[in-house]
């Protein structure tokens, strides 16, 4: 039937219709949101994706790991913290580095935080879900110490030169101290200020002095054979830390004919006219970046396996020059 707005009967069906859909939709909404905290806090996945590296079987209701995925964020963890930067890391595994930043640092430990809203129905729950991590918290806490690190250091294009430049830090809060050279030429190291945490320790260090001292140690432990030798052996890579590079160097090869193959596909492609040439710019780039990287990667890697320290060599030759038989 057709209702005029202008009767009061028909205003007053309009107006409960729409009442008895907005309790409906309402009721229902609240019913789904509580069921998926519900579930939540069972341990079962009710929002979005599976964290990375993670899956879930909906038969036996258990957690795992993808295997593939989790050699790939081990492996990033191993090159951050040896010093590689987080970009080049992320094309060399096909990745965005935005997403392996998080995963490395909030998403690798056994907890998956859900967060459910609904304003309507005034739910703002958190849930901690339990799920198998990727890192053992030893690597985790190295990340972030890392993260912390690199905030405090490596920046920019120093103006005076320093022997210690950027390798001083306070014993109390763990900041990097700031090189300084005053108008009369005198250098020191010092907290910066208006830093977010302040240090309750305020004196300068004098640059001359400390660089002294640690020039006399350098000189003491080259002068001493034993040192040299325990120096030597710390170097010196283990066999298992050899394996990880000969393992990473078969992946990286993988990784590499992989790509090549893609680009292939892509190439023959362009030669049936499926594609465009905008569309051909935008698609080769990111492979061309990723063959790069691996290239680099590999290029690292591979004098590291062909050239490894003999500790028994070493001894005889620092033991050859500290007695005057060497040149």
């Known amino acids: 039937m057709e209702y005029d707005l202008f009767n009061p009967e028909h205003a007053f069906i309009l107006g409960m219709s729409a009442e008895i859909g907005e309790f409906q939709t309402r009721t229902q909404s609240l019913k789904s949101i509580t069921n998926r905290i519900n579930r939540a806090k069972r341990n079962i996945p009710t929002s979005g994706k599976l964290p990375f590296g993670r899956t879930f079987d909906k038969e036996t209701g258990e957690w795992g790991l993808d295997p593939k995925k989790h050699k790939k964020i081990q492996r990033a963890a191993e090159q ?3 010093g590689e930067s987080i970009v080049n890391i992320a094309k060399i595994l096909g990745m965005n580095f935005t997403n392996l930043w998080k995963i490395l640092n909030h998403r690798s430990g056994t907890e998956w935080v859900c967060r459910f809203r609904n304003k309507s129905a005034n739910v703002d729950e958190t849930v901690n879900i339990q799920i198998p991590r990727l890192l053992d918290e030893e690597t985790i806490r190295a990340i972030k110490e890392q993260a912390a690190a690199n905030k405090t250091y490596e920046r920019g294009v120093i103006k005076h030169k320093y022997l210690l430049s950027r390798l001083v830090f306070c014993k109390h809060c763990g900041y990097a101290l700031m090189a300084q ?14 830093r977010k945490n302040e240090c309750t320790v305020k004196n300068w260090v004098p640059s001359e002095p400390l660089g002294k001292a640690v020039l006399l140690q350098i000189f003491q432990m080259f002068g001493d ?8 052996q710390k170097a010196t890579p283990d066999l298992s830390k050899i394996e990880k590079l000969r393992n990473e ?3 990286l090869k993988e990784m590499q004919g992989q790509t090549i193959q893609q680009r292939e596909r892509l190439i023959k492609k362009v030669a049936n006219g499926v594609l465009t040439e905008e569309e051909v ?3 080769m780039q990111p492979i061309r ?25 070493s001894k005889s ?4 020059h500290m007695n005057g038989n060497g040149k």
Do not use: C, W
């Open 80 to 82: 951050y913290l040896s």
């Open 181 to 194: 050279t005053n108008h009369n030429g005198k250098q020191y190291f010092r907290h910066p200020r208006h």
């Open 249 to 251: 160097l078969s992946d």
């Open 281 to 283: 710019t935008s698609q």
């Open 225 to 232: 054979v034993k040192r040299i030798e325990k120096a030597i």
């Open 289 to 313: 970046d990723r063959l790069t990287e691996i290239q680099d990667r590999m290029d690292g890697i591979e004098p590291q396996l062909e050239n490894q320290p003999d500790p028994n060599q």
């Open 317 to 320: 030759y620092f033991q050859g």
